[in-house]
């Protein structure tokens, strides 16, 4: 039972979440001040964007077997729910018991950062709700997931709300004026379309299979080359996005610590550019996709430790 529920989880894919918001809250730590109070704020702010990732992949499979649009001939991994192992009623209470703890660990993670300051509060405590709401509504209700506008989800909650808001939170935590840094802005847009990116190469997988379900997502419009044509520019703009905020805000030799970081994801994406027509080949791309996104951001934790370390100590 453990093993179908870790299987439900995608425990991998977490990956993503939590080395985005690790990057933000380093970068609140290096624009901030790193002691007790500001990790314990960026330790809940990480686990509360890893919770809110759960969520989101619960709710993916709870609509998506709603709608039996997980064929036989899925390319990708055999879920729990799709074998009976766990049913609809339990996935459904886990979304909720998932829910009410990113629910809680968010909020207490905001008012330890921001305190009384009321305004920020509620702009943040919209943001969380919109964060859930498009975890849950990505194929259930609305769908918007099926309609082709989960590219725009994912890089608003996964780049910049992810990023940004986790830098300007532990800034709050800090003590200091909450500010955009022109890095920690390139880095959210970078963040963005690298999580694009993960979610490109899977439904570049099941192209033919969405077709088929009526899930028109933008790889299913676009077709298979124009999507590894699509797959390649995104990569391009966010490898600029990315040198361009270490050229901004820090040192030219760190730039080919970030440099060097990109090549697994690019060579990720030329070989899904290159067997864009095998779905076989394409399935195995993902975790590597994945793989290349958190050595990026894990670069990049690596650039802001030692920029710290060799120019603030």
């Known amino acids: 039972m453990l093993s179908d529920w870790m299987t439900e989880l995608r425990v991998k894919t ?51 077997a709603l709608k039996n649009a997980d064929g036989p001939n899925r390319k990708g991994p055999i879920r ?62 609305v769908a918007y997931g099926y309609r082709g506008f989960g590219d725009i989800a994912v890089f608003i909650f996964f780049g910049p709300a992810a990023v940004l808001g986790s830098q300007l939170l532990v800034l709050g935590a800090s003590g200091q004026v909450v500010d955009f840094f022109p890095d920690s802005v390139y880095l959210g847009v970078a963040v963005g379309i690298h999580s694009v990116m993960v979610l490109h190469v899977s439904a570049m997988r099941d192209i033919d299979e969405d077709r088929l379900s009526g899930k028109k997502t933008i790889a299913s419009r676009l077709g298979h080359r124009f999507s590894a044509v699509y797959l390649a520019i995104l990569y391009v703009i966010s490898a600029c996005c990315s040198l361009t905020a270490c050229l901004t805000s820090h ?20 070989r899904s550019f290159s067997h864009c027509l095998d779905s076989k080949k394409i399935a195995s791309e993902r975790k590597f996709c994945l793989i290349g996104c958190a050595i990026h951001n894990v670069s990049w934790i690596i650039v802001l430790i030692l920029d710290f370390w060799v120019y603030y100590l």
């Not at 080395?19 to 970068?27: K, R, V």
């Open 14 to 64: 977490l990956l993503l979440s939590l080395t985005n918001c690790a990057l933000g809250c380093s970068l609140g730590l290096y624009y901030g001040v790193v002691s007790f109070y500001t990790l314990v704020v960026s330790l809940l702010i990480v686990t509360t964007g890893v919770l809110l990732q759960i969520l989101s992949n619960l709710a993916d499979d709870y609509g998506d």
């Open 80 to 141: 729990a729910v799709m074998l009976g192992s766990i049913s609809l009623t339990q996935l459904r209470k886990a979304m909720g018991t998932v829910t009410l703890a990113s629910m809680i660990v968010g909020t207490v993670s905001l008012f330890l950062a921001l305190g009384g300051n009321y305004e920020a509060l509620a702009w943040f405590g919209f943001l969380g709700v919109g964060a859930i709401m498009a975890a849950i509504f990505y194929t259930i209700g």
């Open 251 to 270: 040192k030219l030799w760190e730039c080919i610590i970030v440099g060097v970081a990109l090549v697994p994801l690019a060579a990720s994406c030329y």
